[in-house]
């Protein structure tokens, strides 16, 4: 993708993120989207895909990981260069009005911006001990992308939020067994689920925090969690294929403050038609501000094409437009 002039770039793939980039691609535009996480999806997806969600115009119930998945069919049928991984650090505006995005990895030129960035780069709280890096090759996860991972698997989860409740509940009705561990006897969690939790034969390891992980010395497919019980000298090993650490992720925005956005708190200001004070930058979703503003991903979904429509306009003055998707695919 070097030297590629992009017409949009989008800053983050969450649920605004990905729909603008749809969105874009369908108006015929080259977009990149571009997200600090290995996978696409932003809150639904990180943090409560499990979770049934209510108020998205004609799903009645989707969970957060199914709207992920039916935003990731929908973008399928008109591809854009995704950069996934990728930490947006800066944005420099060139002597020809074009954009240049830096990253921890590259850099990429752009006519437009949407910034879709939603609380800031998610990050996960790791284990705070040194294990061999190695073992997060194909033991130690920090995210699900696949459920089908898990199948058939001895499984560990870490955590004692909504998250990690969830997940131990979902992935123990494919894995051979799964467990939980928690440094707390009570959990963070909404008190169905825990009800759930407790229904099922899931093994419930608490008060335990993890000391060590390590290979097993018998099947190098296999690591070894080293568990200590909570103020006792208590100490018990358990072997399993997979580890999924699951302690929250930190976001942090707080490099929007050197891009020279007018910002409102930790917010970016916008006007009706999604643009911020810097000339062909646009804010979506939870990111941006305006009187009235949801933090709601239906109106993250609305603002998307509000901001690709003005960005078209300023870069193709004399595009022709179409208004509705109906006479799209003729
Ligand atoms: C527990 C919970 C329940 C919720 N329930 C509902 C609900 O029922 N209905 C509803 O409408 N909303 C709900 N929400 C809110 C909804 O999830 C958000 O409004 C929505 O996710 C906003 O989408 P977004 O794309 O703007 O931001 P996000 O989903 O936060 O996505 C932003 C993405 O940008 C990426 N990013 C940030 N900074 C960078 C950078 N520098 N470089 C590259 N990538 C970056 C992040 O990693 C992230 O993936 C809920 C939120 C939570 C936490």
Redesign the pocket.
Known sequence: MDNKLYDISI???????MFAAYYASMRKLNVAL????PNLG???Q???AQ?Q???IAALPQVSGTELIDQLSKQMALLPCDEYLD???TDLQRADDDTWTISTNKETIKTKSIII???????QPRKLTFDYDPTIEENNLSYFVNDINDFKDKDVAIAGGGDSAVDWAIHINELANNTSIIHRRNKYRAMESSIDSLNESDVEQLNPFIIKDVTYNDDDKSKIDILLKKIKSEDEKTITVDKLLVNYGFISDSK?LRDWNLELEGPFIKVSQQMETNLPNVFAI???ATYPGKL????T?FAEGPTAVTKALRNIYPDKDYFEHSTSLFH
């Not at 800053?11 to 993120?17: E, R």
């Open positions: 800053i983050g793939g969450g649920p605004a993120g571009i997200e600090s996480l932003g809150q639904p990180t943090l409560y979770k969600i209510y108020d990728t930490s947006v879709a960035m939603g609380n800031g780069a998610f490099i979703g939870d990111i933090q709601l991903i239906a993250a």
